[in-house]
């Protein structure tokens, strides 16, 4: 007989000692084994048995030998483990199925994987790991409680699972053909479950039912015990100073304690410190503050109680920032590793006096000779961010946290363009399913249905750098699919693919004796090493139920790092870059205001300052350079769209840009409206000041072709447009219902001659709506290109209307189109910007560049009670406020819809209506009265002259007939402009009309 320890236990007795202090009183005198266990494999004539302790297990050989975990067994297994591991082979040996419940991290799937890879797995009878039982919904789980009773489930299809006992009894007087013909399966007695949760309450999730909870055996995987996880990470960073290294590892237990745990302060994530001494090893001068800070952002994402809590621990175990810590002030260089068999780039950071260079995975894509980008302008803090993402990338996925607009997306793509990556920008969003991250269903020409990878997974296949963007935004249980492939490289899928980290692959490979051809047939690949995640989020809000959305389990996932706003100098250096024409003056005064407003403590005005991003900055200035006769007041209205802000955000925003010397150019004169006309001429179109040659097209029934009377106001709302549209802008109108944005927008491209795509957003808009459209022919479903994606390929306008009517989460997936012109359609096809990437790949549709989207909005708020369009993608488009005509534009424009009808009554309807949208502005009446009303009585006043006014006013009022307040309150602004709807004998001021 030959024995072989396969891992040998070396815990410390001192840690064990302490553990039984503390759990003797609650485990009663027989509820600690005092035992030192090893793993060890005997060879016997009569088989190969697992022996962990004193509890053994017969072998058996598998059928599937590359569903066998491999490479999950360290060389020196903690005791804590060892003694999990013997508990779960107890379990095992009793036919039981066990749960193994305990804090975020990739610790409890660890232990499973290592029982599975030390017992070879089963026969047929595979263990099934069935991982984050506390997402699933109540009621859902229940369909597994006989099958984990009784080892019986009738399945949908027909088929019966039965137990191994009972199928074999049957079969004594039944032939395996008749069982067959019964559709009856015999369930093997060496099926197990493992199930992996964490524990509800205390954590997020649906507690467990209690007839499911009844049939698992538990057992609290809590983090290994301090002198296990010392000696883990001595091995990790062997050059770090001892006492570093406690200190480090004794502040992240203390976060994980009952105390820290009740002044609400999530557990520090214990998992990722091997990371971080693994960057201490490479950056000894490095300050464990900052360090810690990518762990656990305690500035983002704790109150002020819980920032000094934090900061308490730090300086008890001194750990605080000191004059001999440094960061990293920028990258040296970045330069291609040879001879490596995975892609490397060398690169050398400035920290300190001193340059360190380090290794890091690179991309597929040879590596830029320079390192500044063409569109990327160098700032110091961009600098130091791109130096301490470098030293991040080195060891773990990454997540950047930022305001909207400060630059996430434009820091990602010049990192990636540095280490000569692919980018793969996966835009997320607030239903997305586990199926839309990792597999669709999609059908076949033939009708069957067939499954699809992601883009995440081809991604992983390929080496690329994946953008998740808009982590804050998704549902933590389908981003929790992601946990594997981010702790371990691995991945299961829903048709039985199997992801493996590069070096399981490889063992796999060598002990199976299989060429990549081979595996690839039974569905096993390998995740390419170069493969990298970065998610971009928005800052999380401490205490609010909902956006707090960075918790426990996503801080395992990451290494955070902080994208602060620029200084006022690094943001005028990076406009003055982008936009060299600008007038220094006007660049002075804009950053004065923005500033202002967002270092000041009033939320108002903070709200205000999201509107005035980096990225609307650049907008403004590139503007302004092109059109300097401009104001800047005008310019910060618009961003801010302040016509629509309540009144208290309004004079704030006018006394800030008093403050800073900015004057208010909101009161035009009439003479400059009067100037506002439009004229086409030897094929060029004139709108005010502003020309643009008429366009071409080659579907010449899509242009639209309306009936528009013109008048000024309308006319420079067009001007102002199409100055934007010159720019290369994508338009955003926000208005009340019934200003004419659709006139105005038909009118727009009319005159200018472009083909339209129309699209209408709705309640239950989806993602897969607004790109694809179903259709069924002979009994098959057809997917046809949506107005989106025929814009798109054409090169046509698509005009998007309502859209503040869909959730935005659905809407925020244009962001990636107008931002980098990329986008992934439901049917796994991808709209690109750059022609060349298009070649020889036909799922690819390259942007047409004369494509442009014109986007309608009702404003937030009441009375439209749509979603707040403006706020969540608003400072991606260049925005509009269209507003009713004011009363001499209006009085113009209603004359040429009823010629006929005298003036004065059409002044009364004039000055009626205005009064009551003064009302609506003011809050006395919550409908604001539209032009759309009052050209629907000129109309009818036209066609039917003998009506008498206050009769055909009623069909716009009768709405408000029931509702007494009300009506009174229209009834007097009526009859104050001599209007004698619902008048009686006692209404004498109406005599002398």
Not at 103 to 110: A, E, I, T, Y
Not at 165 to 174: A, G, I, S, V
Not at 912 to 933: C, H, K, V, W
């Amino acid at each position: 007989m030959q024995s072989r320890v396969l891992c040998g236990g070396t815990a410390a007795a001192v840690a064990a000692r302490r553990i039984r202090n503390i759990l003797g009183p609650v485990l009663g005198r027989g509820g600690w084994s005092r035992k030192q266990h090893e793993v060890k494999l005997i060879n016997t004539t009569a088989g190969d048995t697992v022996k962990i302790g004193d509890i053994s297990f017969k072998l058996k050989s598998p059928t599937n030998p590359e569903l066998v975990p491999f490479n999950y067994l360290s060389e020196a297994l903690p005791q804590t483990v060892a003694q999990h591991l013997r508990w779960i082979m107890q379990k095992d040996l009793l036919g039981q199925d066990v749960f193994l419940i305990g804090p975020p991290g990739p610790l409890r799937r660890s232990i499973a994987m290592q029982y599975l890879c030390a017992v070879r797995a089963a026969t047929h009878g595979r263990i099934l790991v069935l991982e984050g039982l506390e997402k699933a919904e109540r009621n859902v789980l229940p369909v597994l409680n006989n099958l984990l009773e009784n080892r019986e489930m009738q399945l949908e299809d027909g088929r019966f699972l039965m137990s191994a006992q009972r199928y074999d009894k049957l079969l004594q007087d039944h032939t395996k053909e008749e069982m067959d013909v019964w559709k009856i399966v015999r369930v093997s007695e060496d099926f197990r479950v493992i199930a992996l949760g964490l524990p509800v309450p205390r954590y997020t999730g649906n507690p467990l039912d209690p007839p499911l909870r009844s049939r698992f055996q538990a057992r609290d995987i809590y983090y290994l015990p301090f002198k296990d996880q010392l000696t883990l990470l001595y091995a990790a960073g062997p050059n770090v100073p001892a006492e570093r290294v406690s200190q480090l590892l004794s502040f992240g237990t203390t976060l994980c304690s009952q105390e820290s745990s009740n002044l609400g302060l999530p557990d520090f994530p214990v998992d990722s410190l091997p990371a971080a001494v693994h960057i201490l090893e490479a950056f000894p001068m490095l300050s464990s503050q900052q360090l810690l800070q990518r762990l656990y952002p305690y500035d983002m994402l704790l109150a002020k109680e819980g920032r000094t809590a934090v900061e308490d621990a730090l300086s008890r175990f001194e750990l605080l920032d000191s004059g001999k810590h440094h960061f990293p002030r920028g990258i040296i260089k970045v330069e291609e590793k040879d001879g490596s068999q995975t892609p490397q780039a060398a690169v050398t950071v400035q920290i300190a006096s001193k340059e360190v260079t380090f290794q890091v995975p690179a991309g597929t894509r040879p590596l830029r000779s320079h390192l500044g980008g063409l569109n990327f302008i160098r700032t110091p803090s961009h600098d130091r961010l791109l130096a301490e993402m470098m030293q991040s990338h080195m060891v773990k996925d990454m997540c950047l946290i930022g305001g909207k607009g400060c630059g996430k997306s434009v820091i990602a793509k010049e990192f990636s363009e540095m280490l000569g990556y692919n980018v793969e920008p996966i835009m997320l969003y607030q239903d997305m399913t586990a199926r839309d991250v990792l597999q669709q269903r999609y059908t076949l020409p033939n009708g069957d249905t067939a499954w699809r990878p992601s883009p995440l997974v081809t991604a992983a296949q390929e080496g690329k750098l994946v953008l998740l963007d808009g982590i804050h935004r998704v549902n933590l249980g389908t981003l929790s699919v992601l946990s594997r492939l981010i702790h371990d490289r691995e991945l299961t899928l829903y048709d039985g693919t199997r992801l493996l980290r590069v070096d399981r692959y490889e063992s796999l490979k060598e002990e199976l004796q299989l060429s990549d051809e081979e595996l690839q047939k039974r569905s096993i690949f390998p995740v390419h090493p170069s493969f990298r995640i970065i998610a971009l989020a928005e800052p999380p809000v401490a205490g609010s139920s909902t956006q707090q959305w960075l918790g426990p389990e996503l801080l395992t996932m990451f290494l955070f790092h902080n994208v602060k706003p620029l200084t006022v100098t690094e943001e005028t250096q990076v406009i003055r870059a982008m936009t060299p024409n600008v007038p220094k003056d006007a660049v002075e005064q804009l950053l004065h205001l923005t500033h202002k407003l967002r270092k000041t403590n009033d939320p108002t005005a903070q709200s205000l300052a999201s509107s005035l991003s980096t990225r609307q900055l650049l907008r403004i200035c590139r503007r302004l350079s092109q059109y300097p006769e401009e104001s800047i007041s005008h310019a910060v209205n618009k961003a801010c769209l302040s016509r629509f802000l309540p009144n208290l955000a309004r004079s704030a925003l006018q006394k800030n840009l008093l403050d800073s010397g900015i004057e208010d150019s909101s009161v035009v004169s009439n003479q400059e409206e009067k100037d506002t006309s439009c004229e086409i001429k030897d094929g060029t179109l004139k709108i005010g000041k502003v020309s643009v040659p008429v366009y071409n097209p080659d579907e010449k029934m899509k242009v639209p072709d309306i009936l528009f009377y013109e008048n000024a106001q309308h006319m420079m709302v067009m001007e102002d447009m199409l100055k934007d549209f010159l720019l290369g802008e994508h338009l955003l109108l926000v208005g009340n219902q019934g200003v004419g944005k659709n006139k105005i927008v038909d009118r727009f491209l009319q005159l200018m001659n472009r083909p339209r795509e129309y699209l209408q957003l709705h309640r239950d808009t989806t993602v897969q709506t607004l790109t694809l459209q179903p259709s069924v022919r002979d009994g098959i479903i057809i997917y046809e290109d949506s107005p989106l994606v025929k814009a798109v390929k054409m090169g046509h306008i698509l005009v998007i209307d309502e859209a503040d009517k869909a959730p935005t989460n659905v809407t925020c997936i244009l962001k990636t189109l107008v931002e980098s012109g990329e986008m992934i359609l439901a049917d796994g096809r991808r709209i690109v910007a750059d022609p060349a990437f298009a070649r020889g790949r036909p799922n690819a549709i390259v942007i047409h560049p004369d494509f442009r989207m014109l986007v309608l909005a009702n404003r937030p708020g009441f009375p439209f009670l749509g979603n707040d369009f403006f706020g969540a993608l608003g400072d991606i488009f260049s925005c509009h406020a269209v507003d009713n005509p004011k009363p001499q534009s209006e009085l113009a424009m209603l004359k040429q819809y009823g010629p006929d009808v005298p003036e004065p009554v059409l002044q009364k309807l004039v000055a009626a209506f205005g009064e009551l949208r003064a009302m609506a502005d003011q809050g006395t009446i919550t409908y604001p009265y539209s032009t759309r009303e009052v050209v629907n009585i000129v109309r009818h006043l036209q066609t039917f002259p003998d009506e008498g006014l206050a009769n055909v006013v009623r069909n716009v009022f009768d709405f408000d007939s029931y509702n007494k307040e009300m009506r009174e309150i229209l009834t007097g602004a009526l009859h104050k402009h001599g209007i004698p709807i619902g008048a009686k004998p006692t209404s004498v001021h109406l005599a002398k009309e």
